[in-house]
């Protein structure tokens, strides 16, 4: 069983810059993609962002590609997403997600795997 815990949220102004963090523990071998999802209050959880679980490649949502970076510390099995020019629109719950192998990556049922979340709000 795979756990993942998220931090770094918080409260921000526009324009702001955020890191979340992903702490994976337990049974890794075999995950193989690590992403970010994002949920507003009655809106569906939408996908933010993926790294394969090698660092080779990364994926963007369109609404956040040149902002927000994805990347990977192997050596401490962590996961941290980079944000950059934050907007009022960031606001949301961002979760920390893996899945076992590679796959598709844009829906969150490809996930086997959920953090607890964390909140990120950008004040105008």
């Known amino acids: 069983q795979v756990q993942l815990l998220e931090s770094g949220g918080g409260l921000v102004q526009t324009g702001d810059s955020l890191r979340l963090s992903c702490a994976a523990s337990?049974?890794?071998?075999?995950?193989?993609?690590m992403g970010w999802f994002r949920q507003s209050p009655g809106k569906d959880r939408d996908f933010v962002a993926a790294i394969a679980w090698s660092g080779s490649s990364t994926y963007y949502a369109d609404s956040v590609k040149g902002r927000f970076f994805i990347f990977r510390d192997k050596s401490k099995n962590a996961m941290y997403l980079d944000m950059t020019n934050l907007k009022p629109e960031d606001t949301a719950a961002y979760y920390c997600?893996?899945?076992?192998?590679?796959?598709?990556?844009?829906?969150?049922?490809?996930?086997?795997?959920w953090g607890q979340g964390t909140q990120v709000t950008v004040s105008s």
């Open positions: 337990g049974g890794t071998l075999g995950l193989g993609l």
């Open positions: 997600a893996a899945r076992r192998g590679v796959g598709p990556l844009l829906s969150e049922y490809e996930y086997h795997y």
